[in-house]
C-alpha cells in the first residue's frame, strides 16, 4: 500500500470567539489558493488515489476536498475521527489495517500536527517520535509492501507546500 499524508492547508488563526469550536476554523483565502496548487502538483505525482481519509476538522475536510479535485477521477472522501486534532497514531495505523484489503491501494490521509509527524515515526522506525516537521499542505509517501503496521513503512518522499506548487505550475 502507499501511503500519503497531507497537512491541512494554511487556516485562520485560533479565535474561540469567531469559532468557539476549533474544528469549524476554516482555511484562509490565501491558504485556499495555495493549498489548491499544492494539490495539482501532487496530483501530477500521484496519478490515482483510490480513497481519502480525512479528519472532520472543517479546514482538514477542506485540503481534502482541494486535492481530490486535482484529480481527473477524483476519490471518495472519508471523515475519520481517527485523524482528527489530537489524534494518536496507534488508531490510525490500526484503521488502516482493518479497512485497506488490496496490496496496491493508493490511500491519502490529511490530518494535524502532531499526529502526522508521529505517524510517520511510529510507521518507519515502530515509535512515536516525530521524524519529520510538515509545512501546512506539505506531502508524505511512505510505503507498505507487507503488512500494515508499525516499523513496516518505507518513505519514498517528503516535500514542501511550495514544491508541490512549483510541480503542479
Request: glycine residues 8%; aromatic residues 6%; positive net charge.
Amino acid at each position: 500500500m502507499h501511503l500519503y499524508l497531507i497537512r491541512h492547508g494554511p487556516a485562520a488563526p485560533k479565535d474561540p470567539r469567531r469559532w468557539p469550536d476549533d474544528a469549524a476554523r476554516p482555511l484562509t483565502s490565501p491558504g485556499v489558493r495555495k493549498t489548491r496548487r499544492a494539490g495539482i502538483g501532487f496530483a501530477r505525482e500521484v496519478p490515482h488515489l483510490d480513497r481519502i481519509g480525512s479528519s472532520p476538522a472543517r479546514r482538514t475536510h477542506q485540503t481534502a476536498k482541494l486535492f481530490a479535485a486535482a484529480f481527473a477521477a477524483p476519490p471518495r472522501i472519508e471523515l475519520w475521527s481517527d485523524l482528527g486534532p489530537g489524534a494518536s497514531p496507534g488508531p490510525i495505523l490500526e484503521h488502516l489495517r482493518r479497512t485497506v484489503r488490496a496490496p496496491h491501494a493508493e490511500v491519502l490521509l490529511v490530518g494535524h500536527q502532531p499526529g502526522l509527524e508521529q505517524l510517520i515515526g511510529l510507521a518507519l522506525t515502530g515509535d512515536s517520535v516525530p521524524l519529520s516537521r510538515f509545512s501546512k499542505a506539505g506531502a508524505a509517501a511512505l510505503e507498505f509492501s507487507r503488512a500494515i503496521r508499525p516499523g513496516a513503512a518505507r518513505l519514498e518522499w517528503l516535500v514542501t507546500r511550495s514544491q508541490l506548487s512549483a510541480i503542479g505550475k
